[in-house]
């Protein structure tokens, strides 16, 4: 007889022991029928889990909250938000419980996090659902920018919960396992200052401390090195958004991570041609969160988690506004400077000085702008190009006296092909693509989610036969539209 491997994991529960304020203990809704549609087998082994394990109808249960290891405490996680500039008090995990925190073998600590398992104290009108298309298209497109090197949170499995979800049809209903260094939000910190005890917002800024900045804990100001290490992250993490083509779509102060990982794939996608106003989700009517707009949107939204730490960051509340002020000064030097430091390594041209490029980067952006090229495939054909056939860049472009100009400018700076080729993608998770294979899913073919998950997961490795993988959308594909809360 074989022995079916039970599921083992042992589970802390530090966020919920060291912040209860902020912590509502619950338990994920019971799934009728679970059946596991993806699981993440390197991200199950960096973790030290056993995949074989995760596999069985245990290992669902355990992925779908209904299993619990002995000693785990699930927690629905408060946080307030600023959602399109207004200010939301009352947040929180309306449909997602923490399981508590994981240390893999190394000794790094990760959140076990649920989407989609049901309602808590927190869902306001909400069901606490999640459809199987919506959690498949955060786990692919999390995949993918953890492929690019873009720091994220990950996906370890999807599970279908044999549950239907009424949208605007009855869909069926899944449960994403998510992990994640953490899920301390900047409405997190917002939350804690509408309690208006500063007690709980020293705890919530040494807990954050601990857990992603260590260093700055030790440092002469800890809270201010603590909003400084803050925005850094979130600076370099904007500019690599911006350098793939990613628009995030949601930049609410809750969809901010205080440990720098995007989160909430909730109306994000990629920019096929290159268009800084593009805005893809049905509900930004205004552009809030246009591709354009993300770093002047992050910086307000650093603004606001500023605020909430000004209590911390000295006494006396003028002399806490002024040094808030002025590091927040520095924000759009430590993201632009990501920036063209990325800018330069997508031209081949990491080495050369800064003062030549900017006219050059500037009359390239200007020459996507006009002729509305795809930009993964503009910066792709680069390579080819400065091996001596500029053919497939020539060929995106309308304006050939333009393009053929700028080549001879490029060229002339000797870009390193080799380089070029691992810094811009062939595969990234195309909008038309991603919704061929969420349909497919829906109904209950998962190969064209897994073919596709295959191409994005390894971006920069161009391989025969996933030449439609690599290709624009077809003109027919038409605007693209995403939605929140699905
Ligand atoms: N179906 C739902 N039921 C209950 N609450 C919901 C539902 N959808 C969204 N919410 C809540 O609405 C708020 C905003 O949702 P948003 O779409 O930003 O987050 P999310 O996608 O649910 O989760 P996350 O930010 O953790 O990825 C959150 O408080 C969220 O928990
Ligand atoms: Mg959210």
């Known amino acids: 007889m074989s022995v079916v491997p039970q599921p083992t994991v042992t589970l802390d529960d530090r966020f919920a022991r060291e912040l209860s304020e902020m912590a509502v203990p619950w338990q994920a809704d019971e799934a009728p029928d679970p059946r596991l549609l993806v699981l993440n087998v390197p991200l199950a082994a960096e973790l030290g ?12 249960r355990l992925l779908t909250g ?27 995990d309306g449909r997602a419980l923490l399981l508590g925190e994981i240390a893999d073998p190394a000794g ?14 927190f869902a306001r009108g909400g069901d606490g659902l999640a459809a199987v298309g919506p959690m498949l298209r955060e786990y692919l497109i999390s995949e993918a ?20 979800v009424r949208r605007e049809t009855l869909l069926p209903g899944a449960v994403l396992a998510r992990v994640a260094g953490s899920h301390l939000r900047v409405g997190s910190f917002q939350f804690a200052q509408t309690t208006g005890d500063v007690g709980l917002i020293r705890r919530l800024a040494d807990h954050a401390l601990a857990r992603h900045y260590p260093d700055a804990a030790h440092s002469e100001h800890p809270y201010l090195a603590l909003f400084e290490a803050v925005m850094a992250a979130q600076a370099a993490l904007v500019a690599q958004w911006m350098l793939v083509g990613f628009v995030h779509g949601v930049m609410n102060t809750d969809n901010m991570t205080i440990s720098g990982e995007t989160i909430d794939y909730g109306p994000c996608a990629f920019m096929d041609e290159f268009n800084p106003a593009a805005v893809y989700s049905s509900i930004d009517e205004s552009g809030r969160y246009a591709y354009a707009n993300q770093p002047v949107v992050a910086e307000w939204n650093l603004a ?5 730490l000004l209590p911390l960051i000295h006494d006396d509340q003028e002399k806490a506004v002024a040094l808030a002020t002025d590091a927040l000064g520095g924000f759009r030097r430590l993201y632009g400077d990501a920036w063209t430091t990325g800018m330069k390594a997508k031209l081949g041209l990491a080495g ?22 795809d930009y993964t ?16 860049v020539r060929i995106q472009c309308d304006d050939a006296v333009g393009v053929d100009a700028w080549l001879h400018r490029w060229r002339a700076l000797g870009p390193d ?4 080729d691992r810094v811009n993608p062939a595969y990234i998770p195309r909008n038309h693509l991603v919704e061929e294979a969420l349909a497919a899913a829906t109904d209950g073919d998962l190969m064209p989610f897994e073919r596709l998950l295959e191409a994005v997961t390894s971006p920069y490795d161009e391989r025969p036969g996933m030449e439609r993988y690599a290709a624009a959308a077809p003109e027919d594909f038409g605007a693209y539209r995403t939605f929140c809360g699905t």
């Open 108 to 121: 790094g600590i990760h959140d076990l996090h649920l989407k989609g398992s049901g309602r808590t104290p």
């Open 304 to 308: 606001r988690l500023a605020e909430a």
């Open 66 to 92: 209904t299993f619990l290891p002995p000693g785990a405490t699930p927690v629905a996680q408060a946080y307030s938000g600023h959602q399109f500039g207004g200010f939301s008090p009352r947040l929180g």
């Open 377 to 392: 495939s503009f910066f792709r054909s680069l390579a080819a190009a400065a091996r001596g056939d500029t053919d497939p």
């Open 145 to 164: 920018m953890h492929a690019l090197g873009i720091p994220t949170t990950r996906a370890l499995a999807v599970v279908a919960t044999g549950r239907q």
């Open 352 to 373: 050369n000085p800064d003062d030549s490029l900017q006219s050059l980067i500037d009359d390239l952006l200007a020459l996507l702008q006009a002729d509305r090229v």
């Open 49 to 60: 889990l056993d995949s074989k394990s995760l596999r069985t109808t245990q290992g669902s």
């Open 417 to 420: 092909a080799t380089a070029l």
